[in-house]
């Protein structure tokens, strides 16, 4: 590998790739030695686990420097500084650790983005949720209506049973009464107009026999006097009768 491709950096930088120390920006460093684009920290501290074998492999000096919980962050990077020097000049990675850091870093990325479009997803999910709160209540109100409605129709349906099993009980009675009734009546209706008619008819031939009767005798009298023999004589039975 040609001198040109190397590039000098901080001895810091490089220990916080290394560490991956965070509150330091290593992406820079990270895209150089993996040839990938790093946009953010997390990605830059998967590469710098690729680099750290990397680097033992170049530098066997730095398979020393290993950072405890117990040492200040100057500390260690005083360490490496009196091991290292100030600045370290570094190649990129061979291409077979190229390879394998792209392929962490391709499923990261990839990962990265399902867990944006999940979060993207639950906070629109959250959002309408929200929406939906109001409604949520006016829901639960009719359904406490509803509720009451079906508890008022088994009332119902219980009441119209009894009454279905008290008109059963009356089923074919009413109907025999009422005919009776009528029948009655009916009964009654003819029996008095016959006695009106009777009545009425012999009344009105007495009447009009008396009538006749009157009428009859002036006819017969009248008969005698104009019948030309003034009054009838045995002797004389074709004269005026003088």
């Given amino acids: 590998m040609s001198d040109s491709s190397r590039k000098m ?47 033992a492999r170049w530098y066997p000096n730095f398979t020393g420097m290993i950072w405890s919980e117990n040492q200040t962050w100057p500390a260690f990077v005083s360490q490496a500084k009196s091991q290292l020097g100030e600045n370290v000049s570094l190649n990129p990675m061979d291409a077979r650790t190229k390879e394998m850091a792209k392929q962490a870093l391709d499923y990261m990325a990839d990962a990265a983005k399902s867990v944006a479009a999940q979060t993207e997803a639950t906070m629109k999910l959250e959002e309408r949720v929200r929406e ?54 009916k009964d009654a209706i003819k029996n008095g107009l016959k006695g009106v008619v009777v009545g009425g008819v012999a009344a009105g031939a007495a009447a009009a026999g008396a009538e006749g009767a009157a009428d009859a005798a002036p006819a017969e009298a009248a008969e005698e006097d104009f019948g030309f023999g003034f009054g009838s004589s045995d002797a004389d039975e074709g004269g005026f009768g003088f």
């Avoid at 953010?40 to 590469?47: L, S």
């Avoid at 639960?140 to 119209?160: C, F, I, P, R, S």
């Fill in 132 to 185: 939906l709160e109001p409604y949520q209540a006016q829901a639960q109100a009719l359904q406490k209506k509803v509720d009451e409605l079906e508890a008022k129709v088994k009332t119902l349906n219980a009441d119209m049973g009894g009454l279905r099993r008290k008109v059963a009980e009356f089923d074919g009675k009413v109907p025999l009464d009422q005919d009776e009734f009528m029948s009655t009546v």
């Fill in 9 to 55: 950096f901080p001895i810091e930088t490089v220990m916080a790739l290394v560490a991956g120390k965070d509150g330091i920006d290593i992406k820079e460093i990270a895209g150089y030695v993996t040839g990938c684009s790093i946009v953010c920290d997390d990605q830059a501290k998967v590469a710098g686990l690729f680099a750290a074998a990397w680097l």
